[in-house]
T-cell receptor
Framework: DTAVSQTPKYLVTQMGNDKSIKCEQNLGHDTMYWYKQDSKKFLKIMFS???????INETVPNRFSPKSPDKAHLNLHINSLELGDSAVYFC?????????????????FGSGTQLSVL | EDQVTQSPEALRLQEGESSSLNCSYT??????LFWYRQDPGKGPEFLFTLYSAGEEKEKERLKATLTKKESFLHITAPKPEDSATYLC????????????FGSGTQLTVLP
């Protein structure tokens, strides 16, 4: 079974549309994240959720909204898509809430969603 | 602004030709430095965590080392299956529990 799974793998849509990306982890982890990887391969954190609470909220447009129905799921909803939103979006999870204090805090990533806004 | 710089951007090696990848950071207060491997079309996969200068970690043909301002990922006698993008990330004190990633080194090992 895939530890962190996200759907869809590819998402092609028109500017102005609203879309969602779903993420599920079966690792029993407490914290889930959304990262954006741009064309230069930089990974930047967008959001993280710990026990249903938002603990990091980077300066991303409010068109992006994370939704966590339970500890195992963190979905990303995007309103009014823009050309600049085109990127690969990765979901990730970690056992604790601090990604770095111990090796238990290492991140497990999904396989990514390639979003193309036309 | 905190920066993590990886070099080279791309590296082509012959099978068996050892080399090193570099990750340098221009900030203080390092809480941890991470190495991840990313294959095309997949998410990054954790390799190592280093916490203090002088620390070393090994896994198969890979060895990661850490100094006060940089980390090296040494690849000994690489094989074609080692081809991937290697990402380094730092966790800084006061960085609100987030990792800052570099842009990676794309390694290609030719048979």
């Amino acid at each position: 079974d895939t530890a962190v799974s996200q759907t869809p793998k590819y998402l092609v849509t028109q500017m102005g549309n609203d879309k969602s990306i779903k993420c599920e982890q079966n690792l029993g982890h407490d914290t889930m994240y959304w990262y954006k990887q741009d064309s230069k391969k930089f990974l930047k954190i967008m959001f993280s959720y710990n026990n249903k609470e938002l603990i990091i909220n980077e300066t991303v447009p409010n068109r992006f909204s994370p939704k966590s129905p339970d500890k195992a799921h963190l979905n990303l909803h995007i309103n009014s898509l823009e050309l600049g939103d085109s990127a690969v979006y990765f979901c990730a999870s970690s056992q604790g809430s601090f990604p770095g204090l111990t090796t238990n805090e290492k991140l497990f990533f999904g396989s990514g969603t390639q979003l193309s806004v036309l | 602004e905190d920066q993590v710089t990886q070099s080279p951007e791309a590296l082509r090696l012959q099978e068996g030709e050892s080399s090193s990848l570099n990750c340098s950071y221009t900030v203080s207060g390092l809480r941890g430095l991470f190495w991840y491997r990313q294959d095309p079309g997949k998410g990054p996969e954790f390799l190592f965590t280093l916490y203090s200068a002088g620390e070393e970690k090994e896994k198969e043909r890979l060895k990661a080392t850490l100094t006060k301002k940089e980390s090296f990922l040494h690849i000994t006698a690489p094989k074609p299956e080692d081809s991937a993008t290697y990402l380094c990330a730092v966790h800084l004190s006061g960085s609100a529990r987030q990792l800052t990633f570099g842009s990676g080194t794309q390694l290609t090992v030719l048979p």
